[in-house]
């Protein structure tokens, strides 16, 4: 670590002190910490994962950005990097891994079809992008995209986190330690909970809009 990483703008340490003083704020300290110890959940769900798996590898070596301690667990994991196809059936068990991750967490859409379904975007058990359900920090293009993409798209994170300051994060807010998102219902389709009063409202307004075409008189036919 230098000095000149957390060093604050505005404050000049004189040269005999420099490498020995620095004068910087809260945030940059916590940012710089969580920065350099991201934690990704070692999880795969397509071809993506096998990107994701060399980018760990030694040829690109994840652990010169303090990401190389992939958990098998949430309870221990900072990153969720959804790789791969997202499917109705697998987005129910998604959405609990995500709610069992502790704060700060952060979300990566790795590739196109967990970004917005990719060549599979019709079928029918396809979800049309993880960002309908989850909130997603970072999205990564390509089919499926390559080490370097992925990289590239950690780097933007760690930029995000930079930019994170303790007085408005939430999870540095009073309240409830973090907001669970409903996990989705498997039935005959995929129902995100969320929805169900606008899908209640939708079948009341369409069965009151049968019931009035009902009641009208049918019209006269000449003779």
């Known amino acids: 670590m230098t000095t000149s990483e957390l060093n604050s703008p505005g404050y000049d340490v004189p040269p005999e002190m420099q490498g020995q003083v620095s004068v910087t704020t809260l945030d940059r300290i916590f940012n710089f910490g969580q920065r350099w110890s991201l934690w990704p959940m070692m999880f795969g769900l397509a071809c993506c994962a096998i990107e994701m798996m060399a980018t760990a590898a030694s040829r690109y070596d ?26 109705k059936k697998m987005v129910p068990a998604i959405v609990r891994l995500y709610n069992q991750m502790p704060e700060p967490k952060y979300v990566v859409s790795m590739g196109a079809c967990a970004s917005g379904g990719g060549p ?58 973090q907001v669970s998102i409903p996990i989705p219902i498997l039935g005959p389709d995929l129902i995100d909970p969320r929805r169900i009063p606008e899908i209640k409202k939708t079948i009341a307004d369409a069965a009151r809009q049968a019931e009035a075409q009902a009641a009208q008189p049918a019209p006269e036919q000449s003779a």
Do not use: H
């Not at 958990?71 to 969720?80: A, E, K």
């Open 120 to 177: 599979f975007k019709e079928g029918y058990n396809v979800v049309a992008g993880i960002d309908k359900f989850l909130p997603v920090d970072v999205y990564i293009p390509g089919c499926p995209p390559t080490p370097q993409a992925l990289l590239a798209g950690l780097i933007k994170l760690q930029e995000k986190v930079d930019r994170q300051t303790r007085s408005q994060n939430r999870w540095y807010q009073k309240g409830p330690d």
């Open 62 to 87: 994840l652990a010169r950005f303090g990401m190389e301690v992939m958990r098998p667990s949430p309870r221990q994991s900072d990153v969720m990097i959804v790789a791969g196809t997202v499917t």
